[in-house]
């Protein structure tokens, strides 16, 4: 250890520093960041989406959620609408609305 002062292996911050950038490469970061900022404040400014918009494609006419049973047996199988299409897994055929079945007695 003769020899060592603090000076060798304390280091300052412009040794630490690992990029220094050019008066250009600056004016092109702040070019940069001037133009996001601008993009935000207008995105802010513009009008939200409003109301509800459907999905696209094939819409039927059920609601979310309608009470959906199996055409075969509707005691079998009771379960809310998750997807459209969906099926009876022991039937294989596609649920329909719980209240277009006929009760017995009707």
Not at 37 to 52: F, H, L, Q, V
């Amino acid at each position: 250890m003769a020899g060592w002062e603090r000076k060798d292996i304390i280091k300052g911050p412009e040794f630490l520093a690992t990029k220094k950038f050019s008066a250009k490469e600056v004016a092109d970061l702040e070019a940069e960041a001037k133009r996001i900022a601008s993009e935000k404040a207008a995105a802010k400014k513009a009008p939200a989406k409003s109301g509800y918009e459907p999905i696209l494609g094939d819409v039927k006419k059920i609601k979310p959620g309608a009470e959906m049973v199996c055409p075969r047996d509707p005691a079998h199988l009771k379960t809310r609408l998750s997807s459209v299409g969906q099926r009876c897994p022991d039937h294989d055929v596609e649920l329909v609305r719980a209240d277009s079945i006929k009760k017995s007695g009707d």
